[in-house]
């Protein structure tokens, strides 16, 4: 990002969150790194993984589905059973809430990209580890540069926090607007499907996060 940009988004209020390289071991080539694949070679990549250790207890790796030119990017935590068995992100009942949520903002599951911070399901559903999501980050990174989306809606706590890089309570990342760097991509940060099915009274401050993306992406080009 130049320097005027920078100034620009600080003089709004605007927080910037740069994406961290890997850590780079003894002079290594870090072990998260990817290069610059197009679609097929890293859905390749990603289907063949064994950087981390979810690798032995997965079924099935979960790309990601949608329009690989849309406007919104959709990023969850990580597959759960279903999403395992099938290999599609947010089929279960989460998904099922999440289509709603997409609905009520005008879109159909089809118009937007939906992933995961982690491609593979962390054993009984636990939060994955930090050296998973090192290991799995620069895929999703790659696929929001293939994408180039103008949004980025980012479900849940801990899809946020592996994402922007921060500790912060959801409560706090709500509310407003992130840029990911280096993409400058807008972030919008809401409650995870799952947490609204077991809080209902959650569903209003949704409406109002997707209120806010929905003005995030106004205006911008299509
Ligand atoms: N929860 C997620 O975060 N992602 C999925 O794909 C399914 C459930």
Not at 43 to 52: D, I, K
Request: net charge positive; with cysteine; proline share 8%.
């Amino acid at each position: 990002m130049d320097a005027r940009r920078a100034a620009v988004l600080e003089t709004l209020g605007v927080d910037r969150f740069v994406a961290r390289a890997p850590p780079v071991a003894g002079g290594v080539a870090p072990a998260g790194a990817v290069s610059a694949p197009g679609w097929d070679e890293l859905a390749a990549q990603v289907a063949g993984c064994t950087r981390c250790g979810l690798a032995a207890t997965r079924n099935r790796t979960v790309f990601g589905v949608g329009d690989r030119a849309a406007r919104w990017l959709i990023v969850g935590e990580a597959p759960g059973a279903d999403e395992d068995r099938q290999g599609e992100p947010f089929v279960g009942r989460a998904g099922e809430l999440l289509n709603s949520m997409l609905r009520a903002a005008g879109l159909g599951r089809g118009e937007v990209f939906i992933a995961n911070i982690l491609k593979c399901r962390p054993p009984a559903n636990r939060d994955p580890l930090p050296e998973e999501v090192r290991c799995c980050l620069p895929y999703l990174h790659r696929q929001i540069a293939l994408i180039g989306p103008q949004l980025i809606l980012c479900v849940g706590r801990i899809a946020a926090q592996a994402l922007l890089g921060v500790a912060t309570p959801i409560g706090q990342l709500r509310g407003r607007k992130h840029v990911l760097e280096p993409h400058g991509t807008p972030v919008i940060v809401t409650y995870h499907p799952a947490y609204l099915l077991r809080s209902p009274g959650e569903k209003r401050k949704v409406w109002q996060d997707l209120r806010l993306a929905l003005e995030v992406t106004r205006g911008r080009s299509a």
